[in-house]
């Protein structure tokens, strides 16, 4: 019987082994993603017993769905014709969010370098000054370091275990919106994953905007609430180096080489940059990464367990939409349907969906139809990022729940408003686009 502490170990090296395979696989003619693929699931079996209830029980319907679609494909059920057994796409089910959960893995490196400044020794402003610098604090950080950013924030501003509206409003929105264009969020992956060809210069021009629009909402709303006394966290600029470097490379290397994946890019930049800042620093290279394998990548057990069982669901569907020959009531996808596309998926997400398991649905429903790449990209981007922060479900909201003793209804009521603005200004951008 293999022990707990053992089990996520050999699943940390997995997930290790997963981005060097994902790497290899990014280049043209190197590898199939299908080997990376295989180590994610290898850590996704060994973490398995480890994941929440709740999460068990969305993958295993995921799981399901994806069976049940690549059956219909075998029987031939509908118009289609029939596929035979050693046809079935079982690579792709492997392999479809292999690059997507080494990017995410390589990303959780950054932690070991990056944090928020300590407030300790940092200046902390009250009022608006207070507010605007919370807001662009977890929103840049955020969408670096990810959802850890906002637990180090709200553990240091919260006051007896407790943060106030204006605190839980700031900073839910303002790391949610990074999703609208950060490179390393799962939402950027999903969309490069689920809407191949999508060009990132594309997703930046429509996702920065919009998270402009949306940081400016919540800094009117904010106010309106009452901010002279929002005591809040402290930006310190120079400690942008890193998101700053970052992007530069990947832009700089995709510029270069369009054709480079940019997953693949996040994947070989995010622990190398991590591991020539430990040793430039002096800190124990070798020892912060062993740890961060028994630790650190085993964390992401939920959001393991969950792409991979998006992934056969995915495939699945693909299967069965080809062999039923079902279509939507549409021609074509331009603006229109993008932003009902977005209202479907902002709406799923709310009452619970997790954005994954829309987007990976999403996604063989609307490739008959031919959509541009970026414009469905962007779609994908914008409901994760709305969906992220208005549902009282998504993880963030329930372990701000939980550990700040705020309500469901709360959550919704303080930000359904909110979602249903951006949503519209999305729409609108949607409707404008340049493939619309």
């Excluded at 796409?89 to 390589?106: F, V």
């Excluded at 204006?166 to 999903?190: E, K």
């Excluded at 270069?256 to 991590?274: E, F, K, N, Y």
Aim: hydrophobic share 60%; aromatic share 6%.
């Amino acid at each position: 019987m293999i022990s707990p502490q053992t089990r996520q170990t050999l699943a940390g090296i997995g997930l290790a082994v997963c981005i060097i395979l994902a790497v290899l696989a990014s280049l043209p003619g190197w590898i199939a993603g299908v080997y990376a693929g295989a180590a994610a699931w290898l850590a996704g079996v060994l973490l398995w017993a480890d994941v929440p209830r709740r999460i068990r029980v969305q993958s295993g319907i995921l799981l399901l769905v994806g069976v049940l679609g690549m059956g219909a494909g075998v029987v031939g059920v509908g118009p289609g014709t029939a596929i035979r057994v050693g046809d079935l796409p079982w690579q792709d089910a492997i392999a479809i969010n292999a690059k997507l959960i080494a990017m995410l893995a390589a990303v959780s490196f950054l932690r070991l370098i990056t944090a928020p400044p300590d407030p300790s020794v940092a200046r902390v402003p009250t009022g608006r000054r207070s507010l605007a610098a919370t807001l662009a604090g977890v929103h840049l950080f955020g969408a670096v370091v990810n959802l850890s950013t906002v637990f180090i924030m709200a553990r240091r501003m919260s006051s007896e275990d407790r943060l106030s509206r204006q605190q839980y409003v700031a900073l839910v929105r303002g790391f949610g919106t990074a999703a609208f264009w950060s490179p390393f969020f799962a939402a950027m992956a999903a969309a490069l994953t689920y809407a191949p060809g999508a060009r990132l210069p594309a997703l930046l021009a429509f996702g920065l905007p919009l998270a402009l629009l949306s940081l400016l909402l919540t800094y009117r709303d904010v106010s309106r609430l009452g901010a002279e006394d929002f005591r809040g966290y402290p930006l310190n600029v120079s400690s942008l180096w890193l998101p700053a470097l970052l992007a530069a490379l990947i832009l700089a290397a995709h510029g270069w080489r369009a054709d480079l994946s940019i997953l693949g890019l996040i994947a070989l930049l995010a622990p190398s940059v991590t591991v020539v800042t430990l040793a430039v620093r002096r800190r124990s290279v070798v020892n912060e990464v062993t740890v961060h394998f028994r630790r650190g990548l085993p964390a992401m057990k939920g959001e393991l367990v969950l792409f991979l069982s998006a992934g056969v669901m995915a495939t699945g569907l693909t299967v069965l939409m080809a062999v039923t020959e079902l279509s939507l009531p549409m021609q074509d996808f331009g603006g229109r349907e993008a932003a009902l596309l977005l209202a479907a998926l902002v709406a799923a997400a709310i009452v619970g969906v997790h954005p994954v398991i829309g987007v990976a649905a999403a996604a063989p429903l609307v490739a008959p139809l031919n959509p541009d790449p970026s414009l469905l990209a962007s779609v994908f981007l914008a409901a994760w990022g709305i969906g992220v922060s208005a549902s009282p479900l998504s993880a963030m909201n329930l372990a701000i729940q939980g550990s700040y003793g705020i309500r469901p209804g709360e959550v919704l009521k303080w930000n359904l408003p909110f979602a249903v603005a951006t949503l519209l200004i999305a729409a609108a951008m949607l409707l404008a686009h340049p493939a619309g």
